[in-house]
């Protein structure tokens, strides 16, 4: 198994003998990765599985990181298991997650706490399905290892909520990526321990691998913006078989202009808009040529909505009283889905483009309990249709 990263991503000796001791643990790894933005946290992450896949079978993956997600498109919380090597750390891997729950921002400045529910939800659910329990007890034996890859807002309100991640997570090994800029580092030591906690933590400290003309450890210089909008594209790119003629972003939006949509009965579902209030009247209006959370609404105490992917909205007849939406969601997992969830996740600006033109359109028509069937029509005035 070659878990060797391409020889353009530089990973420096120090990175390599962190990954080897973590991976030679005598018991499976919980280990919290965590630094400041664009210190390379995720890459060392990617490193870091792979040299764990090679000595188990297959290792958990949480990614907690909102805005840049690993795995997952932007805003997504996921639990993802990880079967093999993901040798070529530049190019988007998308995978689908064990567990995921749609946050709908890329960052967690506007809900802190409901972050951190989130972000423990996630991690009960793997101590839950990966922990052996002993005597009833809550599991304290883990059987499969867990990499966790966490934001880069590590001060102010950010790092209270990497405190708290710390120390509900306990974890067994803490990476921490340092740079050149002290005062963009998180504190040294054991910051996150109270004074008389007396277990053993194995906190590895390493620097960023990139370095400046004077050998400084410096972050990696991010655009965001476009790597969430590439992020999408790809997402949504899986609505169509990989042997599909598409191959530019011109193509991708026409496809997706001209993709067989789900009808979506409105009277089946729930609509829930995170971090804001829409009044009644502007429901649909806002919902209107959208990214939404494709959920399932629980009715426990928690009120944790279990995520399955992203869908577009395509169109929406009030008169019918159904949504069009695109998604690359399976109908097995459709059928489960009964709330959507719109946050700040927005249509990329190049996927605008293509021009849909009205007339005899063939959608999928979705039940209360999404079992479809074909039907064709004519699409209706009414429906608000995608500007591309």
Same mark, same amino acid.
């Given at each position: 198994m070659d878990s060797s990263p391409p020889r353009y991503i530089y990973i420096p000796d120090q990175w390599s003998q962190a990954a080897e001791s973590i991976s030679c643990s005598s018991t499976p790894p919980i280990v919290f990765i965590c630094g400041?933005?664009?210190?390379?946290?995720?890459?060392?992450?990617?490193y870091l599985l792979n040299i764990v896949l090679q000595k188990y079978t297959k290792v958990a993956y949480l990614d907690t990181?909102?805005?840049?997600?690993?795995?997952?498109?932007?805003?997504?919380?996921?639990?993802?298991?990880?079967?093999?090597?993901?040798?070529?750390?530049?190019?988007?891997?998308?995978k689908t997650p064990e567990r995921c729950l749609f946050f709908g921002d890329v960052s967690c400045k506007r809900d802190p706490s409901t972050y951190l529910s989130y972000v423990f939800a996630i991690y009960d659910y793997y101590q839950k399905e990966y922990g052996i329990s002993v005597n009833g007890e809550n599991p304290c034996n883990i059987k499969l290892p867990l990499i966790v890859n966490t934001p880069g807002w590590v001060k102010g309100?950010?790092?209270?909520? $990497?405190?708290?991640?710390?120390?509900?997570?306990?974890?067994? @090994?803490?990476?921490? /990526? +340092?740079?050149?800029?002290? =005062?963009?580092? $998180?504190?040294?030591?054991?910051?996150?321990?109270?004074?008389? @906690?007396?277990?053993? /933590? +194995?906190?590895?400290?390493? =620097?960023?691998?990139?370095?400046?003309?004077?050998?400084?450890?410096?972050?990696?210089?991010?655009?965001a913006r476009p790597l969430h909008d590439i992020r999408i594209m790809a997402y949504f790119r899986q609505c169509f078989s990989r042997d599909s003629n598409i191959s530019t972003i011109k193509e991708l939006a026409h496809a997706l202009a001209s993709h067989c949509p789900y009808e979506v009965p409105i009277a089946s579902i729930k609509i829930r808009h995170l971090h804001c209030e829409v009044p009644s009247s502007e429901i649909f209006f806002s919902l209107n040529a959208t990214i939404v959370g494709l959920a399932v609404d629980s009715e426990g105490p928690e009120n944790i909505p279990w995520c399955f992917g992203l869908g577009i909205v395509r169109g929406i007849d009030?008169?019918?009283?159904?949504?069009?939406?695109?998604?690359?969601?399976?109908?097995?997992?459709?059928?489960?889905?009964n709330l959507l969830l719109q946050g700040y996740i927005q249509i990329p600006s190049?996927?605008?483009?293509?021009?849909?033109?009205?007339?005899?359109h063939l959608t999928i028509h979705v039940s209360k309990y999404f079992g479809y069937k074909l039907v064709i029509h004519m699409l209706a005035k009414r429906i608000i249709s995608v500007a591309y």
């Open positions: 400041a933005k664009n210190c390379g946290k995720t890459t060392f992450s990617r990181d909102v805005g840049q997600p690993e795995f997952t498109p932007p805003a997504f919380l996921s639990l993802t298991i990880v079967h093999k090597v993901t040798p070529d750390f530049t190019v988007p891997c998308l309100v950010g790092y209270d909520v $990497l405190v708290d991640m710390l120390k509900y997570i306990s974890p067994t @090994h803490v990476v921490k /990526i +340092n740079t050149s800029s002290e =005062n963009k580092n $998180l504190p040294a030591g054991e910051f996150w321990l109270d004074e008389e @906690h007396d277990g053993t /933590i +194995n906190l590895i400290e390493i =620097n960023s691998a990139r370095q400046d003309s004077l050998n400084r450890s410096v972050p990696f210089p991010k655009d009030t008169v019918k009283g159904v949504l069009y939406v695109i998604t690359p969601v399976p109908h097995s997992s459709l059928e489960k889905v190049c996927l605008l483009q293509a021009r849909y033109c009205p007339g005899m």
